[in-house]
């Protein structure tokens, strides 16, 4: 059977083309197992003047000896609002001690203080916090390394419930509303029921 020239080119563009898917798919294969480990601030949903810190891993697959690194100090249980105290700088925890294994969506979650406290302690400074650790890719005999670098910013809750100090005061407010109201409404059951207990007592007495 001869050989043509044609023939031979279409031999090697099949061949570049079955490479080529099997890169693809290993390259696809490996992103849907690479984990990402990310760090962010939220207000508590609970007490939104209190603000938490969030390590989350938001990729696929699970993170292995990870590691925390800051640009600077963190402040740690920095509650209060005007004349909040100088809080102390964070000594444990996960950002300190780091995190052996991390599974995918796995979080931890740090109650860091309030604005006024974490203002005290931070300025108008930012924190990057870099986050190294590693994963094992499929098909592979070694570990494989990341980096990731998550930026901190307190003002981005300027203006915010987190930075509203009368938020605590107005819930107890809207508390004491709702006590006063449940009071009242008990109060005139009571009234109802002491009535119908007055008239069945004058019923048994005319018998």
Known sequence: MEITPSSEILSIVALIIALSSTVINYLVLKIQ????????????????SFINLIIENSGSGAAQDVNFTSSRAIPSRAF???N???????????????????????????????????????????????ATYYSRPP?????????????????????????????????????????KTLASITSVGNQSLNISIRTDNSDNKNL
């Not at 197992?33 to 939104?48: C, F, G, K, N, T």
């Not at 991390?102 to 302690?121: A, D, H, M, N, P």
């Not at 670098?149 to 981005?156: E, G, P, V, Y």
């Not at 915010?160 to 819930?171: F, V």
Request: aromatic content about 8%; glycine content about 8%.
């Open 33 to 48: 197992r690479e984990p990402e480990v990310v760090i962010y601030a939220l207000h508590d949903e609970r007490s939104p």
């Open 80 to 82: 209060g609002f005007e």
């Open 84 to 130: 909040a105290k100088q809080p102390e700088y964070m000594t444990e925890g996960p950002l300190i001690k780091g995190i052996p294994s991390f599974s995918k969506s796995e979080r931890r979650i740090i109650t860091w203080g309030q604005y006024g406290g974490l203002k005290k302690g931070l300025g108008e400074d930012i924190i990057d916090i870099t």
């Open 139 to 179: 098909l592979s005999l070694t570990r494989q390394k990341h980096t990731t670098i998550s930026r901190i910013d307190l003002r981005s809750f300027e203006g915010t419930n987190a930075s509203d100090h009368n938020w605590d005061k107005q819930t107890a407010q809207s508390l004491e509303k709702i006590s």
